[in-house]
């Protein structure tokens, strides 16, 4: 028989090796086969043929980090969920399904909870209704 | 041979690229070292045979915590990424002072005497456990122990987690402007 | 325990010919046979991925009824390889306000994320190169290196284009990475593991079998999947990071060449992989109708129903892209959140109710079992 040792982190270590490989080979080709020829026009960056105008580093609106924020707990809630589910058929089978049911469900209800006052307050509208919230805030 | 390997590879890309966060003066540059940092520790869990916390590290370090990372650092923008100031040892003064150097040296001090106090203590009282080359899968484990012994904390960490998305709600509400 | 291709091979008796070739050194003929298959595998999709771009084409072609490429060979078939020398001849240009470090590394990072997940593909029961007990939850976690690669691409080139595009696309890859990974939950549930081997093996050959019809609620969290599958791998109509018509090519505006060629090429196969995921878990992946004994002509056999089973769903993704309108930025984000993460957690709970009241039967199941 195999090694255990080898089981399962083989594969995964000689993908990433590989893909590692194809980009340095694909860019050793690049370097032998394409032609070479810098001018500073040609690396400036595409601004639709315009002179670029300062940099793209700039403030970003802060709803993107609020979607980070957000996936981050349910990446959490799910993390936790998986292993749970995993033995949820083993429960079934061995007559302890309520049980595991009960426990699964009030996990997710907390989860709809917060999924439930974010919808309500408008944290997962895109469009933020600033009126909406002075309004509330002015009364 | 391969385990071997693995480790010390793993290792290797965790201490180096540790290293490399604090050294480097580019914030963005130090965020993708802390994302090969967390690699190369997810990397020495699955060499240990904790296949679900090492895929777990993956998933929410690499998949969440760093975009988050970068996603807050892209809130500041603008050009000034690059510290240029330096302290007293040559090092970005974002490092911190003597006196943050100074409680650091404590800290760690004290972390140290207190670890190997307890590391003492385990390892007179455990016997040395013999390394097999079987790794039963983790997972089945995790889930019972999940749903029998630790369901308080399972559900727990459910409210703990809702208490979170609130308070990030919160926080990144629009406001009124003063 | 974990099985791999390897521990599969191992059974039959010229594996033990071939290790006596090696000398008896086991972990020298695993390094072996992991290292032909994986290049055989990145062959493959590689070559699948071109395919793909020369298949979009021609349905896009035959879609708006129009010839596409034939001029490259037989019916256009080589449209393809011409592509890649093109790739390979083209000038590097790098802008000079460039970040260089993360500019070389943000294709790569893409590309490591789409390779590993190959490691766990189910092509049939022997040939899966790791059959992990954490196979879904390892191919969702890995994955997400694409989303970091796309926000660096964008990062870098310092280009206004792509810095909105490495924006938009990492908060989409993230966002419609809750729907998927709830439907994956529900899924694991039904089957009971999250290995691939287990979840197939708990399926059957015909469509009855299939977990897409096992219940109600497995019938919408194949829909939810797909739809947060497309938009992770960028495609129409949630390609809103590369919209031509808004962002010019998004965040890989500034890459050209080999660099740009990676990006395409990771992004071809993951929407193969993508589709080879949904076909294990909800069609049946590479069940034979109505055989179960297991030897090794069969393996073929079950690779032939994988792929068809798999490039089908790859020609509706084709199909979808060239149907649909685009969305806008907040539809995509309401999308996700307010339609398809509620549906999930409800086919979740619903899968999970399913399993106790009805004790981890499927419709079929119930309406035959009940005719003796």
């Known amino acids: ?139 | 041979m391969f385990l071997q390997f693995l480790f010390i590879s793993s290792a290797f890309l965790t201490i180096a690229s540790a290293v490399a966060v604090l050294l480097t003066k580019n914030i963005m540059h130090s965020c993708v070292f802390l994302l090969a940092s967390l690699i190369g520790v997810a990397g020495l869990y699955a060499t240990l045979g904790a296949d679900f916390v090492a895929v777990t590290q993956i998933m929410v370090y690499m998949g969440g915590v760093v975009i988050l990372m970068l996603f807050a650092v892209m809130l500041t923008g603008g050009k000034d990424f690059i510290s240029r100031a330096q302290n007293l040892l040559g090092l970005p003064a974002s490092m911190g002072n003597r006196w943050t150097y100074g409680i650091g040296l404590i800290v760690g001090l004290v972390f140290l005497l207190t670890n190997i106090k307890l590391l003492m203590g385990i390892t007179k009282s455990l016997p040395v456990k013999t390394i097999t080359n079987e790794f039963p899968s983790t997972v089945n484990e995790i889930g019972h122990l999940l749903i029998k012994e630790h369901v308080l904390a399972f559900e727990i960490s459910s409210v703990l987690l809702l208490g979170a998305l609130v308070g990030a709600a919160i926080i990144a509400r629009p406001r009124k402007q003063n | ?372």
């Open chain 1, 1 to 139: 028989m195999i090694p255990a040792q080898i089981d399962g982190l083989m594969p995964v270590v000689i993908f990433m090796g590989l893909a590692v490989l194809l980009f340095l080979g694909g860019h050793f080709a690049s370097v032998l086969l394409a032609p070479k020829k810098p001018s500073h026009l040609k690396s400036t960056p595409y601004e639709c043929g315009e002179q670029p105008v300062g940099s793209a580093w700039s403030m970003f609106n802060v709803r993107f980090y609020v979607v980070g924020l957000i996936f981050i707990i349910f990446d959490v809630e799910s993390v936790l969920m998986f292993p749970v589910a995993a033995i949820f058929k083993e429960m079934v089978d061995m007559g302890q399904g309520g049980y595991a049911l009960i426990i699964l469900l009030s996990f997710v209800s907390v989860l709809l909870e917060g999924i439930a006052y974010c919808w309500r307050k408008g944290d997962l509208d895109w469009v933020k209704s600033f009126q909406h919230s002075l309004k509330k805030e002015t009364k």
């Open chain 3, 1 to 372: 325990m974990n099985q791999t291709v390897v521990s599969y091979l191992s059974q039959y008796e010229f594996y033990d010919v071939l290790l006596k070739l090696f000398g008896g050194n086991q972990g020298l003929l695993a390094l072996t046979i992991y290292l032909l298959l994986g290049v055989a595998i990145i062959g493959m999709c590689a070559t699948i991925g071109g395919l793909g771009t020369y298949a979009e084409r021609k349905i896009s072609a035959d879609l708006q009824a129009r010839i596409g490429p034939n001029r490259v060979g037989p019916y256009g078939l080589l449209q393809m390889l011409a592509d890649g020398v093109k790739m390979m001849t083209k000038e590097d240009i790098m802008p000079f306000t460039a970040d260089k470090m993360l500019f070389y590394l943000a294709p790569l990072l893409c590309l490591t994320g789409v390779f590993a997940t190959l490691a766990v593909v189910p092509f049939s029961s022997g040939f899966i190169m790791a059959d992990m007990n954490v196979g879904i939850f390892y191919l969702v976690a890995i994955s997400s290196l694409v989303g970091v690669g796309v926000f660096l691409g964008g990062y870098a080139s310092n280009s206004k284009w792509s810095m909105l595009g490495g924006m938009r696309g990492a908060s989409q890859i993230i966002s419609y990475e809750i729907p998927v990974t709830i439907s994956l939950l529900a899924i694991t549930l039904l089957a009971g593991g999250m290995g691939f081997g287990t979840i197939i093996g708990r399926q059957g050959g015909l469509p009855h079998q299939w977990f897409m019809f096992h219940n109600p609620f497995a019938f919408l969290a194949t829909f939810v999947y797909f739809i947060g599958a497309l938009a992770e791998t960028n495609r129409a109509p949630f390609d809103l990071p590369e919209a031509e018509s808004e962002l010019v090519s998004g965040y890989h505006t500034e890459y050209t060449g080999m660099r740009f060629g990676f990006f395409a090429l990771a992004e071809y196969i993951e929407v193969f992989v993508v589709c080879g995921v949904a076909a294990a878990l909800f069609l049946g992946g590479y069940q034979i109708p109505g055989i179960s004994i297991d030897i090794l002509p069969l393996q073929a056999v079950q690779f032939v129903i994988f792929m068809t089973k798999t490039l089908m769903l790859y020609y509706v993704v084709i199909w979808i892209r060239w149907t649909l309108p685009r969305l806008r930025v907040d539809q995509l984000m309401s999308v996700c959140w307010k339609y398809l993460t509620p549906m999930a957690i409800l086919n979740l709970v619903g899968c999970a109710i399913w399993m106790v009241a009805f004790d981890g039967q499927s419709i079929a199941e119930m309406i035959l079992g009940g005719q003796h």
